[in-house]
C-alpha cells in the first residue's frame, strides 16, 4: 500500500466481491445497500485539528500600524456616542433594541478582529465592517432621539459617490514592475468596487420606511462602509505611488496581459467538459462518491464562473481582469491535473479518521510546497490564500466533535475542499511562472 493520501482502496470492490459470493451461499440480496462508513466525531475533531500553512500577504503595500491604530479610536469614538447597552426606558421597542444591541456587538467583536490580524494590511477588512457597524448603531440612536433623518444620511452618500470621482480623476495606473503593480492596482480597484456597490445598497435601503431608525442606521451603515472603503482604497494607492522610486504607465501593460490571458483562459475552458454539477461527469465509480468528486465539481464551477471576469472587464477592473484569469488559469490546471490522478486511481475513499487527517496533511503539504517554490512569491501566495478554505473546514469538522457516529457521506464538501485546496496549491507555481512571464512581456 502506498503512503500517498490519495491511494484508491479497494473497500467497493471487496464489498462488492463479498456480496455476491453470500448471495450464492446464503441467499443474502445482492443489492441491498452496505453499512455507511461512520468516524467517531471526537476522532474527526482531532484529524482536523491544527494550524493550516501562514501564507503572507500578497498585496505588495506596507500598511501603517499607526493608518490601522487611527481607524480603531474613531470607531472607538462612535461607539462612546451611544448608551450600550441599551434598556427599556431609553428604547421601548423591544425589536429595534434588539437590532441596536445586535449592532453594538458586530461593531466590537469587529474590533477584536482587528486586534487579532496577523499583519496591519488583514485588519482593513475587519476595520472598515467596524466602522460600518459602529456608525449604524450611533446613527439609529441619534434618529431615535430625532437628531438625523433618512434625508441627512442621502446628502452623506452624496458626498460620498463625490468623493469616489474624486478619486478616479487622479488615480493612475502606474508602477514599476508590472507584477508588483498588477496586485497593488488591484486592491485598489477592489476597495473602489466595493464603495461603488455599498452605496447602490444604500439606494436600495431607502425602499423601506424612511422614519424607521434601524432602517436609517442601517443605510448610514452602507455609507460609512462604502466612505471607509475608499479611504482605505486611497491610502493604499498613495503607498504605493509614494514607494516607487520610478513610475510608467501600466494601463496598455494590463490591458494587453488581460486580453492576451482571457484568451488563453478561454481557449483552455473550450477543451474541458461542460460544468453541471456532478460529480459523475468528471470521474466514475467510486471516485465520484469520495471527496475528489466533490473538488472537482468546485473547480470546474470555479473555472466557469471565473472570478467575475465578465464584470470586471465591463468596469474596467483592468488589474483584476488580468488577476482573474489567472486564478482560472490555476483552477484549470488543477481540474486537469486531478482528473489525470483519478484515471489513475489516485484518491482517497474515506474509511476513517486517519484518511481525513492524511488528506489535511496533504493538503498542508502542497501549500507548503508551493510557498518555497520559485514562482514569483507575491503572485504565487495570491492564490494561496486558498489555505483559508482549510480554517472553514476544521471549523465544519469540530462541530461533529461530541457525535459518536458522523457519516462520511455528510462530509463531502467540506472533505472535498482539502482536495481542491491541495489540487490549486500543486498547479500554482508552474502557472504562476507562465503568467508572470505574460504580465511581463505584455506591451
Not at 453499512?35 to 505588495?60: F, K, N, Q, Y
Not at 458626498?159 to 514592475?177: L, P, Q, T
Not at 436609517?216 to 494607492?237: K, N, P, Q
Not at 490571458?261 to 475552458?269: I, K, P, Q, S, Y
Request: hydrophobic fraction near 40%; include cysteine.
Amino acid at each position: 500500500m502506498t503512503d500517498d493520501p490519495f491511494r484508491a482502496t479497494r473497500r467497493g470492490f471487496v464489498a462488492l466481491a463479498g456480496t455476491v459470493a453470500l448471495a450464492g451461499c446464503g441467499g443474502l440480496n445482492p443489492l441491498s445497500e452496505p453499512e455507511p462508513t461512520t468516524i467517531d466525531g471526537s476522532a474527526l475533531r482531532e484529524a482536523a485539528s491544527g494550524d493550516p500553512p501562514t501564507v503572507p500577504p500578497a498585496v505588495p503595500i506596507a500598511v501603517e500600524q499607526a493608518y490601522v491604530d487611527a481607524g480603531v479610536e474613531t470607531v472607538r469614538d462612535t461607539l462612546a456616542s451611544v448608551p450600550a447597552p441599551f434598556d427599556e426606558r431609553e428604547v421601548p421597542n423591544g425589536m429595534i433594541r434588539r437590532e441596536l444591541g445586535e449592532m453594538h456587538e458586530r461593531a466590537t467583536d469587529a474590533l477584536e478582529d482587528v486586534s487579532e490580524a496577523p499583519s496591519p494590511a488583514e485588519a482593513l477588512g475587519s476595520l472598515r465592517y467596524a466602522r460600518e457597524s459602529a456608525t449604524a448603531v450611533a446613527t439609529a440612536w441619534r434618529a431615535i432621539d430625532g437628531d438625523v433623518a433618512f434625508d441627512d444620511v442621502r446628502e452623506t452618500a452624496s458626498a460620498v459617490r463625490g468623493e469616489i470621482d474624486d478619486f478616479r480623476g487622479r488615480w493612475r495606473y502606474v508602477g514599476d514592475d508590472p507584477v508588483r503593480a498588477v496586485l497593488a492596482h488591484a486592491e485598489v480597484e477592489d476597495r473602489v468596487a466595493t464603495a461603488g456597490r455599498r452605496l447602490s445598497g444604500a439606494v436600495d435601503r431607502s425602499r423601506y420606511v424612511a422614519e424607521n431608525p434601524v432602517v436609517i442606521g442601517e443605510m448610514a451603515g452602507d455609507v460609512a462602509a462604502a466612505r471607509a472603503s475608499l479611504t482605505h482604497g486611497a491610502y493604499l494607492y498613495d503607498r504605493f505611488v509614494a514607494s516607487l522610486a520610478a513610475t510608467r504607465p501600466m494601463g496598455p501593460v494590463f490591458r494587453a496581459a488581460g486580453e492576451s490571458l482571457t484568451a488563453t483562459m478561454n481557449d483552455r475552458r473550450e477543451e474541458l467538459p461542460a460544468a453541471d454539477g456532478s460529480p459523475s461527469s468528471y470521474a466514475g465509480g467510486d471516485a465520484a462518491e469520495a471527496p475528489v468528486g466533490s473538488a472537482l465539481v468546485e473547480l470546474r464551477d470555479g473555472i466557469e464562473y471565473a472570478d467575475r471576469i465578465d464584470d470586471e472587464r465591463a468596469t474596467g477592473q483592468r488589474a483584476n481582469v488580468v488577476l482573474s484569469a489567472f486564478w482560472t488559469l490555476v483552477r484549470i490546471r488543477a481540474f486537469e491535473r486531478l482528473r489525470e490522478r483519478v484515471e489513475r486511481g489516485d484518491y482517497v475513499t474515506v474509511e476513517s479518521a486517519a484518511d481525513v487527517r492524511r488528506m489535511r496533511e496533504s493538503a498542508f503539504r502542497a501549500v507548503e510546497s508551493a510557498l518555497a517554490s520559485d514562482a514569483p512569491p507575491r503572485l504565487a501566495r495570491h492564490v494561496l490564500q486558498t489555505v483559508g478554505a482549510l480554517e472553514y473546514v476544521a471549523k465544519r469538522l469540530h462541530e461533529y466533535e461530541d457525535d459518536d457516529e458522523v457519516h462520511v457521506d455528510w462530509l463531502g464538501r467540506e472533505l472535498g475542499r482539502y482536495v481542491s485546496v491541495e489540487a490549486m496549491a500543486r498547479a500554482t507555481p508552474e502557472t504562476t511562472k507562465s503568467v508572470a512571464d505574460a504580465i511581463r512581456s505584455a506591451r
